[in-house]
């Protein structure tokens, strides 16, 4: 006999074949505003649901789980990152709290190194230039950049996403260099011949590249805060697709104005909505909207993931993916 649906209300509009298998599976409330959930209408939600699907965009802090009702079983978040959802306190309530590891890392390390030669090759510059009618002959000196093969990448967060990048900066030639809470095991260090620095400061002072693929949260807030930026060599370029909050981006924007480094490639900010304007209007700054996991493959992929943690409990198991506070 099949158990009975659980009802899942969504704050998140997914991509349309995921939705209809949600459907199919679950008692599916879908969210089909491509704006995010407001609040208040997210608390409703969590007073009736048994499973919440949420997203990065979505702020669950210690008040928000307070006001769930007694029947919400849990949260499946529609992403890798749960740095906006207080886990400890969800599960101290009793709610399983289960992300999407693994299915975005390919396209996240796809999309950072990308990031890195965007910036080391002016690849935006270049093509607005060409968009605008402004280029009609090859030049010796129009637009040059910077080679990336051969030099130093600073890797700072080596998870999977990390691993993933340092993979595709050793194809590009890159010699890869990692601060880390600690070394990765010997197979992967051998594998990557990586250079392991327990002082991230070291590294920071070293690299012609660095890229940030540490997970958010309080352990990581402000990592590169003013002082550690000032750290950077004035060639470097610096490239975040991860949270961002690890960053200081005001001291960041100050530092690019001054030209005291090269250049940067985001993805993500520190305030959304609410990103320094300073950071605008720069050659050297390739800026894009948090699309480091935009593939149709990792959305699809990420969905199935959290069908497949859904599933599992209607199905009376554990689900695969928990997030549990030790992971903190
Ligand atoms: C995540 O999964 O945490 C990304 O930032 C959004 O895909």
Request: with cysteine; net charge neutral.
């Amino acid at each position: 006999m099949m158990n009975k649906k659980l009802k899942v209300v969504m704050t998140v509009k997914l991509p349309d074949g995921v939705e209809t298998r949600f459907r199919e599976l679950f008692n599916t409330t879908l969210w089909l505003n491509k704006d995010p959930m407001p609040r208040d209408k997210m608390i409703e939600a969590a007073q009736t649901a048994e499973v919440l699907v949420s997203s990065i965009n979505d702020r669950i802090d210690a008040d928000f789980i307070d006001a769930c009702g007694e029947q919400l079983k849990m949260i499946a978040n529609f992403g890798v990152g749960y740095d906006h959802i207080d886990v400890a306190r969800a599960v101290e309530k009793g709610i399983i709290v289960t992300n999407t590891p693994g299915v975005l890392t390919e396209d996240t390390a796809e999309m950072t190194m990308g990031l890195i030669i965007a910036v080391a090759r002016r690849f935006v510059e270049g093509a607005e230039t060409v968009q605008r009618g402004e280029f009609s002959a090859w030049s010796p000196t129009f637009m040059m950049g910077r080679r990336i093969y051969g030099k130093r990448l600073g890797i700072v967060g080596m998870g999977r996403i990390g691993q993933a990048l340092a993979r595709r900066a050793r194809a590009f030639g890159m010699q890869v260099h990692y601060h880390n809470r600690k070394p990765v095991s010997q197979r992967i260090s051998d594998e990557l011949e990586a250079t392991y620095w327990d002082d991230l400061d070291q590294m920071l002072s070293r690299m012609d590249v660095v890229s940030i693929n540490a997970p958010g949260g309080p352990n990581t807030f402000h990592l590169l805060d003013a002082e550690r930026l000032s750290k950077l060599q004035p060639h470097a370029i610096l490239v975040n697709t991860a949270r961002g909050q690890i960053v200081d981006e005001e001291a960041l924007a100050h530092l690019l104005r001054g030209n005291k480094i090269a250049g940067v490639g985001l993805d993500v900010y520190e305030r959304l909505p609410g990103i320094n304007p300073e950071l605008f209007g720069l050659p050297n700054a390739v800026l894009l909207p948090h699309m480091a996991s935009s593939t149709i493959e990792a959305r699809t992929d990420m969905g199935d993931r959290v069908i497949l943690n859904i599933k599992t409990l209607q199905d009376g198991h554990r689900p695969p993916d928990r997030v549990i506070p030790a992971m903190l």
